[in-house]
């Protein structure tokens, strides 16, 4: 006889569901105060726009680390969660979510190094105001670079995190199904140029998992039953 655990998942569900909507929230709000301050053709519109609105800028940078926090936050959640399913794959799981999450961070450094090029009054009076704008565009040219690499783990996260929801039964198998096509198609950023010619479709694939899998953890949750029955039996 498989023993029986009571009691609910903890963190409860929609408890994780809520934490993924403040990352979501986050991560837009963020995206939305950097939006169109950099143009990857011009330099010289880039510096201005960012000597201009600093403040805001940097704000939403800011932000965007909050919502690295808040999905570092979710991953560990959903490793409590998924771990009675099988626990190694969950610990798998969560690995490529945090280290995604920890080049990401990283990355960023490149968002904000322009701000200290171009702010600098030492830099200034070395290099030209033509050079130290190039090489402020340059930083950002570099960063998808640096974000392409997070994209690939999480390609590996989705498809760790697909598998371990089709296996639960306490969560739909079409969403499982769903985050592993979004990991088998995120695995295009392997090679860069092909990824990036097709990011129109990968990054909706999986925002759209994401999404969805938020929403039912808040409106739905999970069936109990079954988590208590994969608990038990891993006990």
Same mark, same amino acid.
């Given at each position: 006889?498989?023993?029986?655990?009571?009691?609910?998942? &903890?963190?409860? $569900?929609?408890?994780?569901?809520?934490?993924? #909507?403040?990352?979501?929230?986050?991560?837009? !709000? =963020?995206? /939305? @105060?950097?939006?169109?301050?950099?143009?990857?053709?011009?330099?010289?519109?880039?510096?201005?726009?960012?000597?201009?609105?600093?403040?805001?800028?940097?704000?939403?940078?800011?932000?965007?680390?909050?919502?690295?926090?808040?999905?570092?936050?979710?991953?560990?959640?959903?490793?409590?969660?998924?771990?009675?399913?099988? &626990?190694?794959? $969950?610990?798998?799981?969560?690995?490529?979510? #945090?280290?995604?999450?920890?080049?990401?961070? !990283? =990355?960023? /450094? @490149?968002?904000?190094?322009?701000?200290?090029?171009?702010?600098?009054?030492?830099?200034?009076?070395?290099?030209?105001?033509?050079?130290?704008?190039?090489?402020?565009?340059?930083?950002?040219?570099?960063?998808?670079?640096?974000?392409?690499?997070?994209?690939?783990?999480?390609?590996?996260?989705?498809?760790?995190?697909?598998?371990?929801?089709?296996?639960?039964?306490?969560?739909?198998?079409?969403?499982?199904?769903?985050?592993?096509?979004?990991?088998?198609?995120? @695995?295009?950023?392997?090679?860069?140029?092909?990824?990036?010619?097709?990011?129109?479709?990968?990054?909706?694939?999986?925002?759209?998992?994401?999404?969805?899998?938020?929403?039912?953890?808040?409106?739905?949750?999970?069936?109990?039953?079954?988590?208590?029955?994969?608990?038990?039996?891993?006990?």
């Amino acid at each position: 006889m498989q023993p029986v655990v009571e009691g609910s998942p &903890r963190p409860p $569900a929609r408890t994780i569901g809520v934490v993924y #909507l403040l990352y979501f929230l986050t991560a837009v !709000f =963020g995206a /939305l @105060l950097m939006k169109g301050l950099v143009i990857p053709t011009d330099p010289v519109a880039t510096a201005q726009n960012l000597l201009a609105h600093q403040t805001v800028y940097r704000s939403g940078w800011e932000i965007g680390l909050v919502g690295n926090a808040f999905y570092i936050a979710v991953t560990a959640m959903f490793y409590g969660l998924l771990a009675p399913v099988n &626990r190694s794959l $969950a610990m798998m799981m969560a690995f490529f979510s #945090l280290v995604g999450c920890t080049v990401q961070i !990283f =990355g960023g /450094l @490149l968002q904000v190094a322009p701000l200290t090029i171009l702010g600098d009054n030492q830099f200034a009076g070395a290099f030209t105001a033509v050079q130290l704008q190039s090489v402020a565009l340059l930083s950002f040219k570099l960063y998808p670079e640096v974000f392409n690499i997070s994209l690939v783990l999480f390609a590996l996260f989705d498809f760790s995190l697909g598998y371990l929801i089709y296996e639960s039964t306490y969560l739909p198998r079409f969403i499982g199904v769903w985050f592993m096509i979004a990991g088998a198609v995120g @695995l295009l950023f392997l090679w860069p140029p092909l990824g990036t010619a097709l990011r129109f479709v990968i990054i909706p694939i999986g925002g759209l998992a994401e999404v969805v899998l938020m929403f039912w953890l808040i409106v739905k949750g999970v069936d109990v039953s079954k988590w208590r029955e994969k608990a038990g039996a891993t006990l």
